[in-house]
């Protein structure tokens, strides 16, 4: 968030330097590269969307070139990697105020290099008023679209691409906003836009909606009559009135009629019986506070009801709210909830018109809940980009949020940071990244729609909350180090480091204070925060050279490992694979306990990693229930997905694979496509699978028959997330008939998916490698879980 001083526009980029506190270049990131505008002007604000392209470095991994040598050398490590620059597309989303809009043009037209279109795409009420001065500044022709499309296709897009995007408001809770995990179908859904007036939208697919319905009296009501009301012209300050009234001093309650409940009706004392009927008797004067509060219960009231009633007789129990009525203030989203919820709850079995439940009413869990957008702001500038783009046809690429370009939601409490809550003179930015390939939910999930990926919500658990962002900034030191040694021909790269540093370091402090800030906080959103910020500043890999040491390390003990374990009886096998996938997890370089270890005894190995696992029984042990299984029929597909480079997937999980392999079973090793501390990545995986075959008949059988199939899992990640993954995965999977899944991993199997309900078998096992976790899991450092699990028939 970026603070505005001055308060005039000026008419060139230098009055914009002056009147923000971040250089312009960080509000506007990447414009000499945009290739296509649209813009969004309301009454007060407005939203700017750019698409351009992002170039920065990625590390490759490829097999040596041997081509005239005689042999391998012994020494040589197994890959070798390059540093290679990638170009990239992404979103940008700037919101700023209207006073502002000159300073921002000029800014904009003196920067544009590339851009390859003569036209912006335009929406909102002030396209109009600005058009001429959009057109003289930015050389651009505008071409306005349609408001409510815009608002719709913008509303689908944040729905499909941001896991976090919907919540609900609770007044009196810590945090006060709880967000909703995205159903995997989005549609249907009910819009309930409040602008001047109050559109009700009913939405059925991407391209197919319809107005059912709206009321006249709807934001500029608000206004209109609370600025005759109070005098108050501004509506922001009208709102502010509103926050500190109290509406009883001028509305008629229940119990100013019957002294109390009204028991026959079942009403409270305490509802509303008629807004501002105490103004009729009373010969008293009455606040400017109280009367905007007072209007603002009536006009929320009245929109409640409308949008309950238009939700039931569509049967829809998804209403999200939009428009400059809500923008995000707290006062606004309290108002509406309340009254949704009263509503709700009121006519939960008034019968559904379109389409009954069983017993012929709207069933009580399909109670309307008032939900709100986090980037609500960005709908209009959202759709009007995508309708200018659709020959590129963006829906058809899965995006991303950039944590490290966007802002965070703000908080609704004045205590917490007041600088942040001033809306006059702010800057918003959100960025979202194209990714290379469309995400879709595992077809194995038991429940999609039900189905959370992260096992603590760190924005509930206060405690928790504590502990990981202090374990993150502890961890900071030790990051800017590997990243730093990463490069060790860069001259540069003590200085982004530190800039990595101070970006991540203020993401963490505004985490603290501002938790939702980013949707549900949890070690995955702070882990995957910490990439993006090292993505950033040019660090795509900082344990690329780690990662080919250990693979190179352990290729070299694949063989011995393998022939002790053939050398087994069958029952004695099945236990030290499953140690070997446990003891191979422990090479964690994410874990402070490991890398403390591994930096300081460069012979931790293998053997080592096994006298550290806690003996059985196991924290969590429920591996006689699977030796069991194991003496029944092969499975059909195993899908796995591997955890860390070297000793993990090499002498842990390749075993294992090769035993399931000869078992009968077909196996899918799914592997980031991404780059993500140690973790191994699809390309190092292949490269590592040629290695093995080259000295494993099993596996080398197996991948030229494709019995052994190596697939990426669309994420850069060290935890997982089951709902967003590789459409080609998760075509795979169904293709195959995959009837057990393994999860390996601390981050995947703990942080995440720990109780993640499947379809089929599954095996969840980690080494917990962090003292605090362990013991709040009532373990110790390096305790075992080995969870199997068979879905209810």
């Avoid at 009055?15 to 250089?23: A, Q, V």
């Avoid at 950033?536 to 050279?545: A, G, I, L, R």
């Amino acid at each position: 968030m970026a603070e505005c001083g001055a308060s005039g526009s000026g008419s060139s980029g230098d009055s914009l330097d002056k009147s923000i506190t971040l250089p312009p270049d960080e509000i506007f990131r990447n414009l000499e590269n945009a290739k296509r505008f649209a813009i969004d002007i309301g009454g007060s604000l407005t939203k700017l969307a750019y698409y351009s392209t992002v170039q920065h470095k990625v590390a490759k991994v490829r097999s040596f070139d041997h081509s005239g040598k005689d042999t391998e050398q012994d020494h040589e490590p197994p890959y070798e990697i390059s540093v290679q620059e990638e170009v990239t597309a992404r979103l940008h989303f700037v919101k700023f105020e209207n006073t502002y809009i000159e300073a921002c043009l000029d800014f904009i037209k003196d920067h544009l290099v590339n851009t390859e279109t003569k036209v912006i795409q335009a929406t909102g009420g002030g396209a109009y008023k600005f058009k001429d001065l959009i057109e003289e500044k930015l050389q651009l022709k505008v071409d306005k679209e349609d408001v409510m499309t815009c608002l719709i296709k913008g509303c689908n897009f944040v729905l499909k691409n941001i896991p976090h995007e919907a919540f609900v408001y609770q007044k009196d809770a810590d945090p006060e906003f709880r967000f909703q995990t995205n159903h995997p179908n989005i549609f249907p859904y009910l819009l309930v836009n409040i602008g001047s007036g109050v559109s009700i939208v009913k939405v059925e697919t991407e391209d197919r909606f319809e107005w059912i319905g709206g009321s006249s009296i709807g934001g500029g009501t608000f206004w209109g009559l609370g600025a005759l009301l109070t005098k108050t012209k501004k509506f922001d300050e009208l709102l502010h009135l509103a926050s500190k009234g109290q509406h009883t001093n001028v509305d008629m309650l229940v119990q100013d009629i019957y002294g109390g409940a009204h028991q026959t009706l079942g009403l409270s004392g305490n509802l509303i019986a008629s807004s501002f009927g105490k103004s009729a008797t009373a010969d008293k004067e009455f606040s400017k506070e109280d009367m905007a509060k007072s209007l603002l219960h009536m006009i929320s009231n009245d929109i409640g009801q409308l949008a309950c009633l238009y939700a039931r007789l569509h049967c829809l129990d998804r209403v999200y709210f939009g428009g400059f009525f809500i923008r995000g203030h707290p006062v606004t989203m309290r108002t509406i909830t309340y009254s949704i919820n009263f509503f709700s709850k009121l006519w939960v079995s008034w019968p559904c018109c379109l389409g009954m439940s069983p017993g012929g009413v709207f069933p009580r869990q399909g109670e309307v809940q008032a939900l709100f957008l986090r980037h609500e702001g960005y709908l209009g500038a959202i759709g009007a980009f995508l309708k200018g783009a659709e020959q590129d046809n963006p829906n058809q690429y899965s995006w991303g949020e950039n944590y490290a370009g966007s802002s965070g939601l703000m908080s609704s409490s004045p205590e917490l940071c007041p600088t942040q809550r001033a809306r006059s003179g702010t800057f918003d930015l959100l960025e979202m990244d194209r990714l290379e390939r469309p995400l879709v939910s595992l077809p194995l999930l038991l429940d999609p729609p039900s189905y959370v990926p992260d096992t603590v919500d760190l924005t509930d658990d206060a405690l928790a909350r504590k502990y990981w962002l202090t374990c993150f900034e502890e961890a900071l030191d030790g990051v800017v180090k590997r990243a730093v040694a990463s490069q060790p021909g860069s001259v540069d790269a003590a200085e982004r480091a530190e800039k990595f540093r101070q970006k991540y370091w203020n993401k963490l402090q505004t985490l603290r204070h501002q938790p939702f800030a980013y949707g549900t906080l949890t070690v995955r959103s702070l882990l995957d925060t910490r990439e993006h910020c090292l993505n950033e500043f040019n660090f795509p890999d900082p344990y690329s050279k780690v990662k080919q040491k250990d693979n190179g390390v352990a290729l070299k003990c694949f063989q011995r490992v393998v022939h002790s374990l053939d050398a087994l009886g069958w029952e004695e096998r099945q236990l030290a694979l499953v140690k070997g996938l446990l003891a191979g997890n422990v090479f964690d370089w994410g874990a402070k306990a490991v890398s403390e270890v591994l930096e300081s005894d460069p012979q931790f190995g293998f053997e080592e990693a096994k006298k550290k696992l806690q003996e059985r029984p196991w924290l969590v042990d429920s591996y006689s229930r699977w030796l069991q299984r194991l003496k029944g029929p092969p499975h059909k597909c195993a899908l796995i997905f591997a955890d860390n480079s070297g000793v993990d997937v090499i002498l842990g999980v390749f075993p294992f694979v090769r035993e399931l392999l000869s078992r009968g079973t077909e196996v899918i090793l799914a592997c980031n496509s991404g780059p993500a501390l140690n973790d191994v990545t699809h390309s190092e995986a292949l490269l590592v699978a040629e290695r093995v075959a080259a000295m494993d008949a099993v596996v080398r059988s197996a991948l030229r028959e494709e019995r052994l199939l190596l697939v990426q899992t669309g994420s850069s990640s060290p935890c997982l997330d089951l709902s967003r993954l590789d459409k080609g995965l998760a075509v795979l999977v169904r293709e195959r008939g995959a009837d057990l899944v393994v999860i390996e991993g601390m981050g995947r199997a703990v942080h995440t998916n720990y109780h993640a309900a499947l379809r089929c078998e599954s095996l969840k096992l980690a080494v917990l490698k962090n003292s605090w976790l362990a013991e709040r899991l009532g373990g110790r450092l390096f305790s075992v879980i080995f969870k199997y699990e068979v879905p209810a028939e």
